[in-house]
């Protein structure tokens, strides 16, 4: 942070520079003086005890509290504040560390991984948004819903008949009408080609006559 007479610049956590005019500044949040909490919010199935849950916390605590990575920067124990509502998926439990100025971030992350490990142990797992849908088998607009089963057509002897192969054995046989069309078709007129070759040969006073 770096304040001049007329503005006041802020560093971002990406790095970049804000600077801002006091004119503009209505409120001021500070988040490095004295101390910070790391508060966290613990999503877990509705068939989850949340004893267990809280028991669970509890421990990811004191193992923060005994990691000298860690212990320096957390001031007081985890608090556990218990179930803070229901959502519509998940139960949410909430708890708190109060730690160092500036450190709530890295304490959070910490516990987010050692309370997930926590949880695979215990085969609890972590609820995702999703939707169930029943459906009443005997419902009208059901799929196949009074639907039987096609086993065709069956001859005398109870054994199935198979459409395609009995068409396939079947004569073919020509109908009377379809021999009277047969019959009755004219026959193929000759072309204008073949009119003039004929008359031509035909003709008076060809080489044929002549001999």
Do not use: Y
């Not at 910070?36 to 193992?63: H, K, Q, T, W």
């Not at 995702?128 to 057509?153: E, I, K, S, Y």
């Not at 199935?160 to 007129?189: C, H, M, V, W, Y």
């Amino acid at each position: 942070m770096d304040l001049t007479i007329r503005t006041v610049r802020l560093r971002d956590g990406q790095g970049a520079v804000h600077t801002i005019p006091f004119s503009q500044i209505k409120i001021v949040k500070n988040l490095s003086r004295d101390f910070a909490n790391a508060v966290f919010e613990v999503r877990v199935p509705f068939s989850v005890d949340l004893e267990d849950v809280s028991r669970m916390i509890v421990e990811v605590g004191a193992d923060l509290q005994r990691d000298f990575r860690l212990r320096k920067e957390i001031l007081a124990p985890v608090e556990v504040w218990g179930l803070d509502r229901f959502e519509a998926n998940w139960m949410v439990v909430k708890a708190q560390i109060k730690t160092r100025p500036l450190q709530q971030w890295s304490v959070a992350r910490a516990f987010n991984a050692r309370l997930k490990r926590k949880m695979d142990e215990a085969g609890i797992e972590i609820p995702v948004p999703h939707m169930r849908l029943h459906t009443p088998p005997n419902a009208p607009n059901a799929p196949n819903a009074g639907a039987q089963p096609d086993d065709g057509d069956q001859d005398e002897s109870g054994q199935g008949i198979d459409a395609n192969s009995e068409r396939r054995r079947r004569p073919t046989s020509t109908t009377p009408l379809e021999q009277r069309a047969f019959k009755e078709s004219p026959a193929p007129q000759p072309t204008a080609g073949q009119k003039g070759s004929k008359s031509s040969t035909d003709s008076p006073g060809s080489d044929t006559d002549r001999l």
